[in-house]
């Protein structure tokens, strides 16, 4: 593996995912109370002895840069490391923007190109899974393949949302559609049980989707990027034109992969971890763990709660209050009387001294944290939050899809999101 370059593709805007993505790159996003998206992929390169990892990203990459510089510290013995890529303008070539993946890539070729490797494995920076890389490139060498996809049979219901693809009986891509929608999602229904499915899961799951993580010969990337300047991503242009002319091959997934890249999806992924007995996704796998930044917390402190199919993070305080099925970040503070259910508190970047807690208090302030008699029910509450007293976070009205930045506060799907550093006055009902 000391053969493979690891490269992560940190998105674009993240959209979807406004307002965590406000002041933060998606890869930077906070997941399961004391993690971060980008944490997966790399912890999953370190896991498969790839330690050779450029994470390539263009928006608000200063929390994602500190994370990955405090997280990620190589020994100087090795060549080890896991650095950002920023989008950057460079004398031959005066767009400072990555125009998509393929484009991201290809702007910072002459960088990779220093190295002595085979292979690169391009990956995403948002998605939630386990996987050793070592069997994914052993299957692409075995096989002999240019370019090797790594894909998830999936349903008719989110088909559309994937690259979908037919494969013969070797495993070998024979076409490939960038989400289909109407009679072309239909064209590419297949049989399954090639992929090794019973007939019953190949009818519930009818399409082959990519996952967005491939493998690429080295010679195999340089030649498509240089020769095909116009297209500018893998997934829309490049592996659909190539699929015909070069050996592209299909690696099955078969584990457990979530594309987290929506506010609900994230949501779900986040609240699933607390599943008793056994979540989708585990953080207890010691032969596999999830790495991230160390903050030598102290441990969290419970007083007279009531916690049920809950993650606490370490460095909280939580006052006689109930917690159910609910995610709570490091350093998250909770008064006396609140009801969390339902919810994803991030926690916070800092403790608050007491001395300035009261006193803000006395000027009618409102302090880092939940303040007393507060409802928290089917949200999130993004880092920093400063939550009154007496507070209904509910979504009273149902509303599905709402604005309300100068509030504090946006609702997606019927989620309402706490915006990172708000203040929500007491008494306030959303």
Request: hydrophobic share 40%.
């Amino acid at each position: 593996m000391k053969r493979v370059l690891g490269i992560i593709l940190g998105g674009g805007a993240g959209t979807r995912l406004y307002p965590l993505t406000k002041l933060r790159a998606k890869p930077a996003v906070p997941l399961a109370g004391k993690y971060r998206l980008i944490d997966i992929p790399i912890s999953n390169c370190v896991n498969s002895d790839i330690n050779k990892i450029y994470v390539l990203t263009q928006f608000n990459s200063a929390s994602l840069n500190r994370h990955i510089t405090r997280a990620y510290n190589f020994s100087g013995l090795t060549e080890g490391f896991v650095e950002v890529l920023a989008a950057q303008q460079t004398p031959s070539d005066s767009t400072s923007w990555f125009q998509g993946t393929a484009d991201a890539v290809r702007k910072y070729l002459w960088l990779f190109e220093e190295w002595s490797i085979d292979q690169y494995l391009i990956l995403s920076g948002d998605h939630l899974y386990r996987m050793d890389y070592r069997d994914f490139v052993k299957r692409h060498r075995e096989t002999g393949a240019d370019i090797t996809l790594s894909v998830v049979p999936i349903d008719e219901k989110r088909a559309s949302d994937f690259g979908l693809m037919k494969i013969d009986q070797t495993g070998r891509v024979i076409d490939f559609s960038e989400k289909p929608k109407g009679d072309a999602l239909k064209q590419m229904a297949v049989d399954t049980t090639i992929l090794g499915l019973s007939p019953e899961q190949a009818q519930a799951t009818p399409y082959i989707a990519s996952m967005g993580i491939y493998v690429f010969n080295k010679d195999v990337m340089h030649r498509l990027l240089h020769e095909n300047p116009q297209r500018t991503d893998f997934g829309k242009e490049i592996i659909p034109a190539c699929a015909k002319d070069l050996n592209v091959q299909a690696y099955l997934f078969n584990g457990y992969w979530e594309d987290i890249g929506t506010i609900e999806a994230f949501y779900d992924a986040n609240l699933a971890l607390t599943r008793q007995p056994h979540p989708p996704f585990s953080f207890y796998d010691e032969k596999a763990p999830i790495y991230t930044r160390t903050r030598f917390l102290p441990p969290s402190k419970l007083l007279d709660s009531h916690v049920t199919e809950s993650i606490i993070a370490e460095g909280c305080i939580i006052k006689e209050c109930r917690i159910d099925h609910s995610v709570v970040g490091v350093r998250s503070r909770i008064e006396a009387n609140c009801i969390i259910e339902d919810a994803l508190l991030m926690g916070s970047d800092f403790y608050e001294p007491f001395a300035e807690r009261q006193s803000g208090l006395q000027r009618g302030g409102i302090p880092l944290g939940i303040g007393s008699d507060t409802t928290i029910r089917r949200a999130i509450v993004d880092k920093n939050a400063r939550i009154g007293r007496h507070v209904q976070i509910i979504n009273k009205d149902r509303v599905e899809e709402a604005e309300r930045e100068d509030q504090g506060f946006y609702i997606r799907n019927g989620i309402v999101v706490v915006m990172k550093n708000a203040t929500i006055p007491d008494h306030t009902t959303i």
